[in-house]
């Protein structure tokens, strides 16, 4: 299984950056997605999730400014960051999970795409 982020660079505050994670040795649609990020000094937290059906959830310091959406056909999943604030800078992870109905239970990760946020 492969997870290949791309889309991070420099972006200024009150811009837009939009992160794409395509997957591939895996029957993409039936997992979770998620992305995570992780700053320097600080812990990897949860940015946004999207089930196989499409249900989505964000962290609480990105609601309202990043939208998670997913292409099934083409087995990838994308992070649409909008009014970026320094805060945001981090490196952003995406990772596949297995499906909370799935009798094995699997989590991969990719490489990690830097993010950083000038004021």
């Known amino acids: 299984v492969q997870l290949q982020a791309s889309g991070g660079g420099l972006a200024q505050a009150g811009g837009s950056l939009r992160l794409s994670c395509a997957a591939s040795g895996i029957s993409f649609s039936i997992n979770v997605m998620n992305w995570y990020r992780q700053a320097p000094g600080k812990q990897r937290e949860l940015v946004a999730t999207?089930?196989?059906?499409?249900?989505?959830q964000f962290g609480d310091s990105v609601k309202g400014r990043f939208t998670i959406s997913r292409d099934n056909a083409k087995s990838t999943v994308y992070l649409q960051m909008n009014n970026l604030k320094p805060e945001d800078t981090a490196v952003y992870y995406c990772n596949l999970k297995s499906p909370p109905y799935s009798v094995s239970n699997y989590d991969f990760w990719g490489q990690g795409t830097q993010v950083t946020v000038s004021s």
């Open positions: 999207i089930t196989s059906g499409g249900s989505t």
